[in-house]
């Protein structure tokens, strides 16, 4: 396997990781308090951050192999998934305006990555 | 979607761009042997601001549907190229722009949701 679909595979896995990470930051929400140790006990909150964090040296870890530019696109797979599973997990409103809006912010997010 | 949703998402995005910033200036010189790491300031700032636009960011999930929120994260892309361009001498490309106004215009449609 060549290194531009290595990297692309960890860009993948990166999505996945952000997306799981923004999951565990919805469901750290309900009991989400302004108050350092009911953050630090907060273990959707900590778990959210540990997958960010794996998404983050994903990321890099597909920047030293491949182009930003070839990968940039890609990173726009979080906006798919979270959505579906926002839909899937937390029953949200699925709308016309909604699908626009975010097939909108992902061909921004590929142009301004592009040359 | 209500306004403190669409406040939040700003001042979190604004704050994980700095933070962006921060963790390219702290790769610059990026050594993972802990003495070096322990020193790389603007890693560790990079991060710290992370951490801070994430907490912020789950005030606004708090609030409103996550497949909403979520997308306005994307804001975080414009502050980043307005960035490159006035303080890296990055090119604005007519290609850039669009893509900023695409992102600016999902986004207006997601606060309508």
């Known amino acids: 396997m060549n290194d531009n679909a290595k990297s692309l595979m960890l860009v993948v896995c990166c999505t996945l990781f952000t997306a799981a990470g923004q999951i565990f930051y919805k469901l750290s929400s309900y009991t989400y308090e302004l108050n350092v140790f009911k953050l630090i006990t907060n273990w959707q909150l900590l778990l959210g951050l540990l997958f960010y964090f794996i998404g983050g040296l994903l990321l890099v870890s597909a920047l030293k192999l491949g182009d930003l530019s070839k990968i940039y696109p890609f ?4 906006f798919i998934w979270v959505f579906i599973l926002g839909i899937v997990i937390f029953k949200d409103t699925f709308s016309a305006v909604k699908v626009v809006g975010t097939l909108s912010i992902i061909a921004g997010v590929a142009f301004i990555g592009g040359r | ?8 998402a ?3 995005t604004l704050i994980g761009a700095a933070g962006a910033t921060f963790l390219k ?3 610059n010189n990026f050594s993972i042997k802990p003495a070096q790491l322990i020193k790389n300031y603007y890693l560790i700032a990079g991060m710290a601001l992370y951490v801070l636009a994430s907490l912020i960011f789950i005030s606004a999930l708090k609030i409103g549907e996550i497949s909403a929120v979520y997308p306005l994260t994307s804001l975080s892309y414009i ?3 307005i960035i490159s361009f006035k303080f890296l001498k990055e090119k604005s490309t007519p290609s850039k722009l669009a893509g900023i106004g695409l992102i600016i215009a999902g986004v207006v449609l997601m606060t309508l949701t």
């Open chain 1, 75 to 78: 990173i726009s797979l979080t």
């Open chain 2, 1 to 8: 979607m209500n306004s403190p949703i669409i406040l939040l």
């Open chain 2, 10 to 12: 700003v001042i979190s």
């Open chain 2, 25 to 27: 200036k702290g790769s």
């Open chain 2, 79 to 81: 502050w980043v190229s």
